[in-house]
C-alpha cells in the first residue's frame, strides 16, 4: 500500500487524541480525530478512512454502539477498540462484533504501532483481493438478482459448445457476458476474438470472417485466415448480428452446421470448432419477419438465448458499479479514491441511464475529470443528470414514486437509528422480517 493510510482517533479524552495524533503522524499516518462516536460516524460518511481507533467508553454513542452502527450502514473502515477496563469478556465481545483487535490502556506507543501494521497489512491483502477478484470479473460487476440470474445461465452454458445468441440493449454489457462464457468454457486459454458486424464495409466482411486466398480478387496480394480459423478451438463473437448482408448469412450458416470454413478464391473447406456467441439489441424475429434475417439462421444462433437487463431495470447495480468505475479510474489516474455523497448516489440510482452501463461509466469519468475533492457532492455532477432527477421528482407516477419513496424513508431509518434495523423497522412501522427484505431488495445493505 503506496498511500499513507488515513486513521479516525475516536476518544472523548482530548489528552488521548492529543497523543495518539503526534505518536501517529510521525509514524507516516494521516490523522483525524472526533470526540465521540456519534461524531465519528458523521466524519466516517463524509471522509473516507482505513482505520479507526476507537474508545469503548464515551458520551453521545459508545464504542460498541459506533462499531454496530458502522457495520450497519456498511462503512468499510477497520476497527480497533481502546479501553482502559479491559477484559476478555469485553474484548471477545468487541471482535464478535466485527472490531479487527482492541488495545488496554494504557499502552505502549510500539504497541499502537505495532497492531496498526498489522492491520495494514491486512487491509494490503484485501484490497489485492478484491484488485484480483473484479480483475477476474472485469465489468461485471452486480448486485441484483436479474444479473445473478444470468451468470447463473452463463456458468450452466458455457461448458458447451453450441452457438449462444446474447440480447440487450446497447451498453448493458454483452460483450462483457460473452467473454465470461469464453473463459468459464474449460478453453479460456484459447483465443477470444470480437467482430461488430456493422463497423466493417460488407464488401470487407467476408474477407474478415473467412478469409480468402492469394489472387481470389484485386487487392489480395496475400493468403489471409479469416477469424474463423484463427479462432479455431476458441470463441468468435460477432456484435450486432442483425447488420449482417443477407448475401453473407448463408456462409455463417453453413459453418454453424457443417463447422467447415472455405476461404474465399477457395474450394477446398477447412474444419474448425470455433464456437459462435452474436449478439444484438434489436429484435431478431422482427428482423425476420421483414426479410433482413434468415429464419435459418435465427434458429441456429439462437440454440440458447441470454438475455441482459437494462440498467434502469436493475437499480441495485447502480451503486456497486459506481462504485467500482470510482475506484478504478481513480487508481489508474494515481489518485486517492474519493467517496459519493449518499445524495449523489441516489440521484444515480433515480436516473433513467438510456446508454445503460457504458453510459455510467463515462459520466463517472467525466465526474472525476472535473472534482478532485476526497468527497463528491450534487453540486459536482452535470446539470443534465440532475435536471432530469427534478423532472422525474415532478413525475405523478405511483409505480415510479412508491420504491423512490421507500428506499429513501429505509434510508433515513437506518441513519437515525446508527445502522440499528430493529430500531429502523419500529420507525417505518414494518416488522424486522420486511425490512430486511427491503433492504436486500433495494440494495442498501
Same mark, same amino acid.
Not at 354 to 376: K, S
Given at each position: ?159 458447451? /459448445? ?12 454483452? +460483450? =462483457?457476458?460473452?467473454? %465470461? #462464457?469464453? &473463459? !468459464? ?105 421483414? /426479410? ?12 440458447? +438465448? =441470454?438475455?441482459?437487463? %437494462? #440498467?434502469? &431495470? !436493475? ?131
Amino acid at each position: 500500500m503506496s498511500e499513507a493510510l488515513r486513521i479516525l482517533v475516536v476518544d472523548d479524552e482530548s489528552a488521548m487524541r492529543h497523543m495518539l495524533r503526534l505518536l501517529l503522524e510521525r509514524a507516516g499516518y494521516v490523522v483525524s480525530e472526533a470526540e465521540h462516536g456519534r461524531q465519528a460516524l458523521e466524519h466516517l460518511q463524509n471522509t473516507p478512512c482505513d482505520i479507526a481507533l476507537c474508545d469503548v467508553r464515551m458520551p453521545e454513542l459508545g464504542g460498541l454502539e459506533f462499531l454496530d452502527a458502522v457495520r450497519g450502514l456498511g462503512l468499510p473502515v477497520t476497527l480497533i477498540m481502546m479501553t482502559a477496563y479491559g477484559s476478555v469478556d469485553q474484548a471477545l465481545e468487541c471482535m464478535k462484533r466485527g472490531a479487527y483487535d482492541y488495545l488496554s490502556k494504557p499502552f505502549k506507543p510500539d504497541e499502537v504501532v505495532l497492531t496498526l501494521k498489522k492491520a495494514q497489512e491486512r487491509l494490503g491483502l484485501q484490497r489485492e483481493n478484491l484488485s484480483l477478484r473484479r480483475q477476474l470479473k472485469g465489468d461485471l460487476v452486480y448486485a441484483s438478482q436479474a444479473m445473478a440470474q444470468v451468470m447463473g445461465l452463463v456458468e450452466r452454458v458455457a461448458p458447451a /459448445g453450441s452457438p449462444v445468441l446474447v440480447r440487450g440493449e446497447t451498453g448493458t454489457g454483452k +460483450e =462483457l457476458v460473452a467473454r %465470461a #462464457l469464453h &473463459e !468459464r468454457s474449460g478453453r479460456p486459454l484459447e483465443r477470444f476474438f470480437a467482430l461488430n458486424c456493422g463497423a466493417i464495409p460488407a464488401g470487407l466482411l467476408e474477407s474478415e470472417l473467412f478469409g480468402h486466398a492469394r489472387g481470389s480478387f484485386t487487392g489480395a496480394e496475400r493468403e489471409r485466415d479469416g477469424l474463423f480459423l484463427a479462432a479455431d478451438g476458441g470463441t468468435l463473437f460477432l456484435d450486432e448480428i442483425a447488420e449482417l448482408p443477407l448475401e453473407l448469412q448463408p456462409k455463417l450458416l453453413r459453418v454453424l452446421q457443417d463447422g467447415e470454413v472455405r476461404r474465399i478464391g477457395e474450394t477446398r473447406s477447412r474444419r474448425v470448432q470455433t464456437r459462435v456467441i452474436a449478439a444484438t439489441a434489436v429484435d431478431l424475429k422482427q428482423a425476420v419477419s421483414d /426479410g433482413r434475417f434468415r429464419e435459418d439462421l435465427y434458429y441456429r444462433l439462437n440454440v440458447v +438465448e =441470454l438475455i441482459i437487463p %437494462a #440498467l434502469r &431495470e !436493475r437499480r441495485e447495480d447502480i451503486r456497486p458499479l459506481a462504485d467500482h468505475f470510482l475506484e478504478r479510474i481513480a487508481r489508474r489516474e494515481g489518485r486517492t479514491v474519493p467517496r459519493f455523497a449518499p445524495a449523489c448516489l441516489e440521484l444515480l440510482e433515480n436516473h433513467s441511464w438510456p446508454g445503460n452501463v457504458r453510459e455510467l461509466a463515462n459520466f463517472i469519468e467525466r465526474t472525476l475529470i472535473f472534482c478532485r475533492a476526497p468527497r463528491i457532492e450534487l453540486a459536482d455532477l452535470s446539470w443534465d443528470i440532475r435536471r432530469e432527477n427534478r423532472d422525474a421528482a415532478a413525475s405523478l407516477s405511483l409505480k415510479e414514486a412508491v420504491p423512490r419513496m421507500e428506499r429513501e424513508f429505509i434510508r433515513k431509518a437506518l441513519a437515525r437509528t446508527n445502522g440499528n434495523r430493529t430500531q429502523a423497522a419500529q420507525l417505518l412501522d414494518i416488522s424486522l422480517r420486511a425490512l430486511i427484505y427491503k433492504i436486500k431488495e433495494y440494495g442498501l445493505d
